[in-house]
């Protein structure tokens, strides 16, 4: 049996060896895992995914124009959502017509991150984002109820994170 000094001595060696690991180290390349979907009532939606950066380079500021990151480019923003159409069980992107090129584009939301400070000492990031989504932009141009949504990220090192996808959404 071990007594009650004993074990109060392998409760503080064990807190001084968690005091003393070292803090995960994450790829300099953002991933992102899916955690939810959840619809309001007034048309709005909440994506939220987990992600990891190992170089904490993720987000932009309000100065963040100047190239790469100018307005046009594909880095001016940051989260993108591609929008996708459920029909008959299968899952396609929602093709839209670019009034500009006379092209059919895949529709999809853009956003920009506002930049996020590094909580680990070794500047690395972990964290969910909640994206707001306004369903009512998306509803004229779907052909049913159900849709889906791929969702990435670049860093300011322009690294695009992993693609996740959302299960089907009814609307």
């Not at 046009?72 to 899952?91: A, F, R, T």
């Amino acid at each position: 049996m071990f007594g009650r000094s004993k074990i109060v001595l392998l409760l503080l060696a064990f807190a001084g060896f968690l005091s003393c690991s070292k803090e995960k180290d994450y790829p300099v390349i953002p991933e992102l895992q899916y955690e939810g979907f959840e619809e309001e009532v007034n048309n709005s939606g909440y994506l939220t995914f987990s992600f990891t950066d190992g170089d904490g380079d993720i987000g932009l500021g309000s100065a963040d124009t100047l190239p790469p990151y100018n307005p046009g480019s594909q880095y001016y923003y940051n989260i993108y959502l591609p929008v996708l159409k459920v029909e008959h069980d299968s899952v396609k992107p929602l093709l839209i017509l670019n009034s500009q090129t006379q092209q059919y584009d895949t529709a999809y939301l853009s956003y920009r991150i506002k930049p996020i400070d590094a909580v680990n000492s070794n500047g690395s990031l972990k964290g969910k984002m909640i994206v707001n989504i306004d369903l009512s932009i998306i509803k004229p141009f779907l052909p049913n109820d159900s849709i889906a949504f791929d969702a990435y990220i670049f860093d300011r090192n322009l690294h695009k994170s992993n693609i996740i996808r959302t299960p089907v959404i009814k609307l």
